[in-house]
């Protein structure tokens, strides 16, 4: 069976090569905006729309009247146009579906931060990477590139440069310390309590650096448009949230590679983060029309804690990792009053959400959320809270 497996590397690309990758973004983005334009235009002009074939079809065209389109590989201004078309498939599969179309629209250069090298174009030797029409750029080979290479990414974010393998590897199946099931709860305060009482502490990257980053969004709002300074400020926050994201998803890496290698079966709550962590509905009095007081503070705090947590990529993490060891299932539950069931004898015990401890007259006596961990893995074995429910 193969997977496809994807490694994120760090390039160290010289003074000159970075402008050059600067460069090479910068026409690639020219090259998806005047696509984007010219298909609004074919359907506002003609009704009909164009594609992907009649769109490459320019390419040469235009290599011909920008003869600067001459110094990128021309399977790159292929992918860009493959962008475009994707971006048009999503769009109309939205629309179709009923949900927010949101039709594509035109890309800055600030936010056209990769281009690719679908098929050639690409090779790594010695420790350094080749790139066509680019250079040798120094690249950290932090791991072993496994598999064949189908696609070369160059990836910006911020002052750093990454080059993203996409990998065809076969399944190396890998066989977990226990054959047991896990019940995962995933909180705020900790950010996972295992059905086994064991807890797994929420280390709130984002809460952390919160004043350095309101300290460099101050320092930003005091420079002049346009200016240099403003760049650099617009740098450092950038700098300090890709720091924030890096610690997380290490953190939540370390986690799901424990919990793969430990458990057979991994069983989660089946929550959505999204919707949790929308904004407060406005309140407004019936009478005279004035808005009441709706808790948008407090829940403004709830919701950056949630995101801040990272559940869904912790769940994201703990798939692929399971998908790749083969023997490692992860699996989703009903997280409906797995909160208030006890799980001792399976009454409805009403708890305040303040309210941290489980007590129940049969004597169960433990953490909430252990006890919901506890009803989370007592679902996926069978056990139904329905009548818990009912009564």
């Given at each position: 069976?193969?997977?496809?497996?994807?490694?994120?590397?760090?390039?160290?690309?010289?003074?000159?090569?970075?402008?050059?990758?600067?460069?090479?973004?910068?026409?690639?983005?020219?090259?998806?905006?005047?696509?984007?334009?010219?298909?609004?235009?074919?359907?506002?002009?003609?009704?009909?729309?164009?594609?992907?074939?009649?769109?490459?079809?320019?390419?040469?065209?235009?290599?011909?009247?920008?003869?600067?389109?001459?110094?990128?590989?021309?399977?790159?201004?292929?992918?860009?146009?493959?962008?475009?078309?994707?971006?048009?498939?999503?769009?109309?599969?939205?629309?179709?579906?009923?949900?927010?179309?949101?039709?594509?629209?035109?890309?800055?250069?600030?936010?056209?931060?990769?281009?690719?090298?679908?098929?050639?174009?690409?090779?790594?030797?010695?420790?350094?990477?080749?790139?066509?029409?680019?250079?040798?750029?120094?690249?950290?080979?932090?791991?072993?590139?496994?598999?064949?290479?189908?696609?070369?990414?160059?990836?910006?974010?911020?002052?750093?440069?990454?080059?993203?393998?996409?990998?065809?590897?076969?399944?190396?199946?890998?066989?977990?310390?226990?054959?047991?099931?896990?019940?995962?709860?995933?909180?705020?305060?900790?950010?996972?309590?295992?059905?086994?009482?064991?807890?797994?502490?929420?280390?709130?990257?984002?809460?952390?650096?919160?004043?350095?980053?309101?300290?460099?969004?101050?320092?930003?709002?005091?420079?002049?448009?346009?200016?240099?300074?403003?760049?650099?400020a617009v740098q450092r926050i950038a700098k300090l949230h890709r720091k924030v994201r890096?610690?997380?998803?290490?953190?939540?890496?370390?986690?799901?590679?424990?919990?793969?290698?430990?458990?057979?079966?991994?069983?989660?709550?089946?929550?959505?983060?999204?919707?949790?962590?929308?904004?407060?509905?406005?309140?407004?009095?019936?009478?005279?029309?004035?808005?009441?007081?709706?808790?948008?503070?407090?829940?403004?705090?709830?919701?950056?804690?949630?995101?801040?947590?990272?559940?869904?990529?912790?769940?994201?993490?703990?798939?692929?990792?399971?998908?790749?060891?083969?023997?490692?299932?992860?699996?989703?539950?009903?997280?409906?009053?797995?909160?208030q069931v006890c799980s001792g004898c399976g009454v409805v015990v009403k708890k305040k959400?303040?309210?941290?401890?489980?007590?129940?007259?049969?004597?169960?006596?433990?953490?909430?959320?252990?006890?919901?961990?506890?009803?989370?893995?007592?679902?996926?074995?069978?056990?139904?809270?329905?009548?818990?429910?009912?009564?």
């Amino acid at each position: 069976m193969m997977l496809k497996k994807t490694y994120k590397l760090r390039l160290y690309p010289t003074k000159k090569q970075t402008e050059k990758l600067e460069w090479t973004l910068a026409r690639c983005c020219e090259l998806y905006n005047a696509a984007l334009q010219e298909r609004r235009e074919s359907y506002t002009y003609t009704g009909k729309g164009t594609n992907y074939n009649q769109q490459a079809m320019q390419l040469p065209e235009i290599k011909e009247l920008r003869e600067e389109y001459k110094e990128i590989h021309s399977q790159v201004l292929q992918d860009v146009l493959r962008r475009v078309e994707k971006a048009f498939k999503d769009f109309f599969k939205r629309v179709k579906a009923g949900k927010k179309p949101g039709y594509p629209r035109f890309q800055s250069r600030t936010r056209y931060d990769s281009f690719c090298y679908p098929q050639a174009g690409f090779s790594i030797k010695n420790g350094r990477l080749e790139l066509s029409k680019i250079g040798h750029s120094k690249i950290k080979l932090h791991c072993k590139v496994l598999g064949t290479i189908k696609t070369c990414t160059i990836r910006r974010e911020g002052g750093c440069w990454y080059a993203c393998f996409s990998c065809e590897v076969g399944q190396v199946l890998r066989t977990p310390y226990t054959d047991e099931a896990v019940g995962i709860d995933l909180g705020v305060s900790k950010l996972a309590t295992l059905s086994t009482g064991d807890v797994i502490e929420n280390p709130k990257h984002y809460r952390r650096a919160e004043k350095r980053l309101a300290k460099a969004g101050q320092a930003l709002s005091r420079k002049k448009r346009g200016s240099q300074r403003r760049k650099k400020a617009v740098q450092r926050i950038a700098k300090l949230h890709r720091k924030v994201r890096n610690q997380r998803n290490d953190y939540l890496h370390q986690w799901s590679r424990r919990l793969v290698n430990t458990y057979e079966t991994i069983v989660f709550e089946e929550i959505a983060p999204a919707n949790l962590s929308k904004r407060a509905k406005p309140k407004q009095d019936e009478q005279t029309g004035q808005y009441l007081s709706n808790g948008a503070s407090a829940k403004s705090g709830l919701n950056k804690s949630i995101l801040d947590a990272g559940w869904s990529t912790f769940i994201a993490f703990c798939e692929y990792k399971a998908a790749n060891a083969g023997t490692v299932e992860v699996v989703k539950v009903d997280p409906k009053y797995t909160s208030q069931v006890c799980s001792g004898c399976g009454v409805v015990v009403k708890k305040k959400l303040s309210e941290r401890w489980h007590s129940c007259e049969c004597g169960t006596e433990l953490d909430r959320d252990h006890n919901a961990a506890l009803n989370i893995k007592a679902l996926w074995l069978g056990r139904s809270l329905q009548e818990a429910q009912a009564s």
